[in-house]
């Protein structure tokens, strides 16, 4: 018994130090969908569970800094309303959210309706664009990815039920910074702060490869939290600062757009800053340098629908030349280190469909800037680059994506938190914990000691005794042993009563940053 209490002692010392040395945040890998998506494209987007019981929508990662806040899930107006002749509108959609179905949808706070008070989705980039819209704001559980792989449930968090054809696909907003309400006090977790904030992933930070259908096979994209995945990319040790204006932050030059053809001029030739967001499908660039794709690759541009369209004889030729581009980037505002990322035609291939025409276009992803405030790398370009954003450093990276097959596994790695000052006390708080904790065990096997060995005293000691007695039998008459037996039986040997020894544990202070702008940055709320 007493080998069984030591044993179990130790164990719970051995749990005890591990519980105080705290366990190691991995990232979270949200497996894509295993469909193209889209109304411009073939885009791949990733599945998540929305609401009580789970619906399942599949959603395109939002890297915009001014959208991607909250979740966007298209809702029934997006097909009854607006698209009422799309053929198997929901799933072209990504499927639909209905809040009336699920048991955890609520607007309290927000209104008094049951379908979520209405306001002007949050795209301050975007809307330099053209691209706004409407949404109906609630809060539900999520869950990403489906049931089964080990994925947080998140509770309460901000939904925005939209149907303009502006943004045709749903959006899983990336940002850690939280949403704000003009009708609130109190701004409302995004959520990859709420992964931060309960310590679900190790930092905030993300990174994304939007895939490629042009690949064969095609390679859906890639979607890391609080990591990367390391077999998506060359690295090229080169980062980026987030832009002052929090709305650009990711901000690169692009320097020069060049293709492979012998003796061809460049496209661009002297470098611009321009924004990268995956909310928006084209390359929005000077009109000059539309012009020049133009020129070179017989696209005919379409004024109605602002956007430059292909024949069947231009397609057939770019097919045959099969040009690469080659767009070089780097620091917003001019820098030496540079980085290329390539894109073939193929990229470029792209299909209008219903509901923007009514038979299948081919069109070419290029849109005409009209000034710098429009200059913007869309998905086109993120299906050949791979982003890395790391919010707790303020930088980021532009990678050339990589494309393994399906039998190449993850690589994920971890992007720790940097070690501040506060961290820094957190970090020698932290160690105090651990010293308390290794005094607390030392002192348990010693008192575990001390009663083994008087144990093990006594034990010897009646041994003695009842040898001694032993011999004095002998020697005695047997009426004396008799009355010495009679008065031994009066005398019982105890053990002292078992000691509880209590081990508390120190509380592990993990204390989670908090995010907030500087207050040199625009904040841009909801506006009723």
């Not at 003796?263 to 390359?283: M, R, Y």
Request: net charge negative; hydrophobic share 40%.
């Amino acid at each position: 018994m007493r080998c069984q209490f030591f044993w179990l002692l130790l164990g719970r010392i051995f749990i005890n130090v591990r519980f105080i040395s705290g366990g190691i945040t991995t990232p979270l890998s949200i497996p894509p969908s295993l469909y193209w998506d889209g109304d411009d494209g073939w885009w791949s987007k990733f599945q998540i569970q929305v609401g009580t019981p789970g619906q399942t929508v599949r959603l395109l990662p939002g890297t915009s800094a001014s959208a991607r806040s909250t979740l966007w899930v298209v809702i029934s107006e997006g097909c009854a309303d607006v698209d009422p002749n799309l053929t198997n509108c929901p799933n072209e959609r990504g499927y639909l959210f209905q809040s009336n179905l699920s048991s955890t949808w609520s607007t309290q706070g927000i209104q008094n309706g049951i379908d979520g008070v209405i306001f002007s989705l949050n795209t301050f980039e975007e809307g330099v664009l053209g691209l706004t819209g409407n949404g109906s704001y609630g809060y539900d559980t999520i869950r990403l990815g489906l049931p089964g792989p080990n994925l947080p449930i998140l509770q309460k968090q901000v939904l925005a039920g939209i149907w303009t054809d502006n943004y045709f696909l749903g959006s899983l907003g990336l940002s850690p910074v939280p949403f704000n309400f003009t009708i609130l006090d109190d701004p409302q977790p995004s959520m990859l702060g709420t992964l931060r904030n309960q310590s679900l992933i190790p930092s905030a930070s993300w990174a994304y490869a939007a895939g490629a259908h042009y690949q064969d096979p095609p390679v859906y994209g890639s979607l890391t939290l609080g990591g990367y995945d390391a077999s998506r990319f060359e690295p090229n040790n080169l980062t980026f600062p987030f832009a002052v204006d929090f709305s650009r932050d990711l901000l690169v030059s692009l320097q020069s757009i060049t293709y492979d053809t012998i003796g061809s001029s460049p496209l661009l030739a002297s470098s611009i800053d321009i924004f990268i967001d995956s909310l928006v499908t084209e390359l929005w660039l000077p009109v000059a340098v539309c012009e020049a794709f133009a020129q070179q690759f017989n696209l005919t541009w379409n004024a109605q629908g602002q956007l430059y369209l292909l024949d069947e004889m231009a397609h057939t030729a770019l097919l045959v030349q099969n040009p690469t581009f080659i767009f070089t980037i780097g620091q917003a505002g001019g820098g030496a280190d540079t980085t290329s990322i390539v894109l073939p035609y193929a990229a470029f291939d792209l299909n209008l469909t219903s509901p923007i025409v009514g038979d299948t276009t081919r069109y070419f992803p290029l849109k005409q800037a009209q000034n710098s405030s429009q200059y913007t790398l869309g998905r086109t370009f993120l299906q050949a680059a791979y982003l890395i954003a790391d919010y707790e450093r303020r930088n980021f990276s532009v990678s050339r994506a990589l494309f393994p097959s399906t039998s190449v596994s993850e690589n994920i790695i971890a992007i720790q938190p940097p070690r501040d000052d506060l961290q820094e006390k957190e970090s020698r708080r932290f160690s105090r914990g651990k010293i308390a904790g290794i005094v607390i065990s030392v002192t348990a096997i010693f008192a575990l000691a001390i009663a083994a060995v008087t144990f093990w005293r006594r034990f010897f000691k009646v041994r003695r005794q009842a040898a001694g007695s032993e011999r004095i039998s002998m020697k005695e008459p047997a009426t004396k042993v008799k009355a010495d037996a009679e008065l031994d039986n009066t005398n019982t040997y105890q053990l002292e009563g078992q000691q509880t020894i209590k081990v508390e544990l120190p509380v592990s202070e993990h204390a989670l940053e908090r995010y907030e702008i500087d207050s040199n940055v625009r904040v841009h709320e909801m506006g009723t």
